[in-house]
């Protein structure tokens, strides 16, 4: 439930090339409260939730910016969620939109805009950790049997073989995963247990 950004991480496939990416997932359980400046689900952070998903800190960057977007130039970024009562940019009714689009990158880049500090990280996150190898697909000795294979199931012809087709290969690197988690260091409890012992070593 939580929207993919291939501009943060992912992956071009090639043509005429197998592609294998394994996963591993980690999860990360950070301290809030007064040991951490992390959100649980998102409700107190000051910004609107464009994307009716779930919390993360990606969602709420670019859900700040569009609320920038149309503050500052008057109408949504076509790629990032429409907001009620706004309207997607477009150079007839606004024409002068992607010189204020670039000034506002540059803004939102050097954190002028606030989307980084407003935006916190949440406190529990899983995350996935992708490698990717790449081989030459089909190989030569069996080319002419898998593109006819391909041809027949598909009910198409491929003219240009090998710029014509690619294979996919997505698998868990280990079906266990790692786990982080935050503790303190120092608790109540065992800072008046060190004072109760200092003051018995000097005072006893």
Not at 64 to 77: R, V, W
Not at 111 to 129: E, I
Request: proline letters at 4%.
């Amino acid at each position: 439930d939580e929207p993919a950004f291939m501009d943060d991480g992912g992956f071009n496939l090639r043509p005429g090339m197998e592609t294998s990416i394994s996963m591993r997932k980690e999860a990360l359980d950070r301290l809030g409260g007064n040991y951490g400046d992390c959100t649980k689900n998102g409700s107190e952070v000051p910004v609107e939730n464009l994307y009716r998903s779930k919390y993360t800190q990606q969602v709420c960057i670019r859900s700040c910016f569009q609320e920038n977007m149309i503050k500052q130039c008057g109408c949504a970024y076509i790629f990032y969620p429409l907001p009620k009562n706004a309207e997607f940019c477009d150079y007839r009714k606004h024409n002068s939109w992607g010189y204020c689009y670039y000034k506002l990158q540059d803004a939102f880049s050097s954190d002028h805009l606030g989307c980084f500090t407003k935006c916190r990280k949440p406190c529990s996150v899983a995350s996935y950790q992708l490698s990717a190898g790449y081989s030459r697909w089909p190989s030569v000795t069996s080319q002419d049997w898998i593109f006819q294979m391909l041809s027949r199931q598909n009910n198409y012809t491929i003219n240009n073989k090998r710029n014509g087709v690619a294979k996919l290969n997505i698998f868990f690197k280990e079906l266990k995963y790692k786990t982080n988690s935050e503790s303190p260091s120092v608790t109540m409890v065992t800072l008046l247990s060190n004072l109760g012992s200092q003051w018995s070593l000097w005072f006893g």
